[in-house]
């Protein structure tokens, strides 16, 4: 089917780019009319907090179209001098003459130390919070800073400004990629084609979920791991494609058959790998949490669209390149040039000591995934990071006049009034809580009260305080829920918890029968599973050792170490796993069809890891690029992610696979291959490698000599 699709696309290449270019063109036009925004909003279904956040979003408590404004004095000075309250006043009634913006309330409300006062900026009805109705706050605010006070805004318009710019990393992934390919291949037509086909992936998808921002709440971290992600594979796929079609062309077949049999081997190979990519990384589901699903869906949604891309687009591309995309560094176009090459060589050597190398390189897994046994998780907040975004600034501003606690104050929600005042006496005397505001009754007759700890958002105390709060103190005082958004990540953390071991369990199991399906083997899915749970655990130990030790830490531009999100490990683990199986489903698909034609498990692992050792490791070095390149991203998460991600790559393609992988192998001999007979007639014969790759008739240069093509 493959190849039947593949052929049409290579007869009708101009009508498929075409379309595809208008598809691009499309979404990125719709996204520009749809109006949407990325948020943070997070809801734990059937958790405490839920139950609180639905009253307090039933009163609109939260206000998630309001900002606020905060006005620091200058050193030595006080908001309530005659000139400062002047200017703040003058500052507040400018920001209420914004359009789209509401009557900003006076006089603001100041900070016990009086170094501070802060504002509450309202927006009208229907007026959509972007940049650049923040950036119009901002500047309205100048008479406040021309009396020497420093202006913060924080809020949704805080957040707007401060939006994640991936767009430099995005474009040193572009170029390291560019470099890579011209040094793999040594020509630019082959160099250009994975990187085109892989833009055009990514661009559309982003703008997809632009359109989508307006229906459904998008992370904002989403869309950039989506395009780190997307970036990586587009790339990958492309590459593995291109690396098979250069040496069927070396092999002497035309052009249209080539395409035929690139789909039909690489192609279907790809098609495996992005599928075992998806389902892993839509695995975040099982949460039940939104937040957290998106995550997923939205890089599955990158990754199926580089899927249908290589079985669609790069045909068509490849069509259009013909016999130019063989130009450039010959690649080998038979075996006794394949037992020849450098990787070749390495293969050959790993190959007859292979318990030395499997030992060697399960020991250098293991230390570094030994850090990975003093993971912490706990919750990032904006005091992570060290820049001058708006949300930083702000939430600096308030944590040095009112007290740490005001960024993540808690909000405690008490269904029977009467209970009320007993509760603001308990709660006012109880271990690590700053304030209690006045009660404010509620539409179902409930009663809201704002809880304010003495420590940060992130502050392990304050997760102490909450299962406090909830275990030992408000049952004393009736029926009551814990709110808030600090409430609700603490929540988050817990429902990770109790899901991570069922999503391991099926996102392992899915992938496995994927690969029973394409290898028809029951034990090289299981060795699969083993190798990329390795790969998985020493990224953690990485992560844990730069992230929550702070080894390192200064070089990627924070202070020292950060908290751990706890929903990181989860997205990570699914993001791994589905990556770690690209490069195994590349790599076993040469070794099986080497094995199908020589019938030599030693020989089939030589030269499966020939021919794809340069693609696996060009392919990996793109990723790395692009991945590392996100580090320079100005968020704690995304640097996280980035290097996680890196990291792992670079264990993956390395150590993992082209040195673990094929001792393993070597080791289980026939085994590799086995699978019980009942079990060979229930299964369907989904791809046959046997046909995959035909023997070349002729060299190359008889070819050339003779002035010939033969096939």
């Not at 990586?232 to 062309?249: A, E, I, M, N, S």
Request: include cysteine.
């Amino acid at each position: 089917m493959l190849s039947a699709l593949a052929r049409w696309c290579g007869r009708h290449r101009k009508l498929v780019v075409l379309l595809w270019v208008l598809l691009a063109a499309g979404l990125l036009a719709g996204a520009r009319v749809v109006d949407g925004s990325t948020a943070d909003e997070v809801a734990v279904p059937g958790s405490d907090s839920e139950a609180a956040n639905a009253l307090l979003s039933a009163a609109d408590v939260f206000g998630q179209q309001s900002s606020q404004l905060v006005l620091t004095a200058p050193r030595g000075q006080h908001v309530d001098s005659p000139e400062l309250q002047a200017a703040a006043r003058e500052a507040a009634d400018a920001v209420s003459a914004v359009a789209g913006v509401g009557t900003v309330p006076g006089p603001g409300e100041p900070s016990p130390d009086r170094t501070a006062v802060r504002f509450s900026v309202p927006l009208d009805a229907g007026v959509t919070a972007d940049k650049a109705l923040g950036q119009r706050v901002l500047d309205a605010a100048k008479p406040a800073r021309a009396a020497g006070m420093d202006v913060a805004l924080g809020g949704v318009l805080g957040r707007q400004l401060s939006a994640l710019n991936s767009r430099p990393s995005e474009i040193i992934g572009i170029v390291a990629a560019l470099v890579v390919l011209l040094l793999a291949f040594g020509s630019a037509v082959a160099a250009l084609l994975p990187v085109v086909t892989a833009l055009l992936v990514v661009v559309g998808g982003l703008a997809g979920l632009d359109m989508l921002k307006s229906a459904v709440s998008i992370p904002d971290v989403a869309p950039t791991l989506a395009a780190m992600i997307g970036l990586g594979v587009g790339v990958d796929y492309t590459l593995f494609l291109v690396g098979k079609q250069r040496r069927l062309l070396a092999m002497g077949l035309p052009v249209p058959d080539a395409v035929g049999r690139t789909a039909q081997s690489a192609g279907a190979a790809v098609v495996f790998a992005g599928a075992t990519v998806v389902v892993a990384i839509s695995g975040l589901m099982l949460t039940g949490v939104d937040f957290v699903s998106w995550l997923g869906w939205s890089s599955a949604l990158l990754v199926a669209g580089a899927v249908a891309s290589a079985v669609t687009l790069t045909p068509a591309v490849l069509a259009m390149a013909g016999e130019r995309l063989g130009r450039g560094r010959p690649a080998a176009a038979t075996d006794e040039a394949l037992d020849r090459s450098v990787w070749g060589r390495l293969a050959s050597w790993s190959a007859h000591r292979p318990v030395t190398v499997a030992v060697a390189s399960a020991v250098v897994l293991l230390g570094l995934g030994a850090p990975t046994l003093a993971l912490r998780l706990g919750q990032s907040d904006a005091g992570d990071r060290g820049t001058d975004q708006q949300t930083v600034l702000h939430y600096k501003a308030v944590a040095a006049a009112w007290g740490p606690g005001e960024n993540g104050p808690l909000t405690v929600v008490i269904t029977d009034p009467a209970q009320v005042e007993p509760a603001v006496a308990t709660l006012r005397g109880t271990r690590g809580v700053a304030s209690v505001s006045p009660p404010r009754p509620l539409p179902s007759g409930a009663v809201s009260l704002r809880v304010v700890p003495t420590t940060a958002p992130s502050d392990p105390a304050t997760d102490d305080l909450v299962a406090r709060l909830r275990d030992e103190v408000l049952p004393n005082v009736g029926e009551a829920h814990v709110g808030g958004g600090t409430a609700t990540r603490i929540d988050l953390a817990n429902r990770i918890t109790e899901r991570l071991p069922w999503l391991i369990l099926i996102v392992i199991g899915v992938a496995g029968v994927l690969l029973l399906l394409a290898f028809r083997s029951v034990v090289l899915p299981i060795k699969a599973a083993l190798m990329n749970i390795v790969s998985v655990c020493a990224a953690y130990g990485v992560v844990t050792a730069v992230f929550q030790w702070g080894w390192g830490a200064g070089l990627l531009g924070l202070d020292g170490p950060v908290p751990i999100d706890s929903y990181v490990p989860m997205v990570l683990f699914a993001v791994l796993f589905g990556l770690s199986m690209d490069y195994e489903v590349f790599l076993l698909s040469a070794i099986q069809e080497h094995w199908a034609r020589t019938g030599d498990n030693r020989v089939a692992v030589r030269r499966g890891l020939a021919e794809t050792g340069g693609v696996i490791t060009s392919a990996a070095l793109i990723m790395v690029c692009v991945f590392a390149s996100f580090v320079l991203v100005d968020n704690p998460t995304v640097k996280i992610f980035g290097l996680g991600l890196a990291t792992a790559i670079v264990i993956d393609a390395t150590i993992t696979r082209c040195l673990l992988v094929p001792a393993t192998m070597v080791l289980l001999g026939r085994w590799n291959w086995w699978l019980p007979r009942w079990l060979d007639r229930l299964l369907p014969h989904v791809l046959d490698h046997r046909a995959a790759e035909p023997e070349p008739v002729v060299s190359v240069t008889t070819l050339e000599t003779q002035g010939q093509k033969q096939h």
